[in-house]
């Protein structure tokens, strides 16, 4: 039994050297994939900014185009009624887009009715035959 006593330490030291392998790795991989995430993040707030300011700058546009034929706090009222039209309309298409789900289909048949109790949960679906044990006896008559 000596003889294997030096045997179990080197497996002992080759396992804690291959799971700190295994940490570093992963963990250089995750900072990689972070580093990556945290790049594209800030692309995009960076467009969001933008286009933030460009909206901004349109809304100007709009409201000095109209203050030439309007007073100042005219051409400004119908812009920011513009405006509120325009955030209306997409927050509907925001809304249409999530609002409708389409009625859960069940493969192969149709969904189980729910149960009488009025709780609305559906009954889970009968298999057609019950399970056969395998440990109990098979009788045929």
Known sequence: MDRFDHLEHLDKHLVEELAQVARETVRDELREQSRKRRRT???YAASGAAALYAGGAVA???GL???IGLPGWAAALITAA???????VLRGAAHSDHGHHTAHRVLGGTPPATPPSGLGMPY???PPQPPVDPDTPHHRA
């Open 82 to 88: 513009l405006l509120g039209a325009v955030a209306y």
């Open 124 to 126: 889970p679906p009968m």
């Open 60 to 62: 100007l546009a709009v």
């Open 65 to 67: 185009a109209l203050a």
């Open 41 to 43: 993040a800030m692309l």
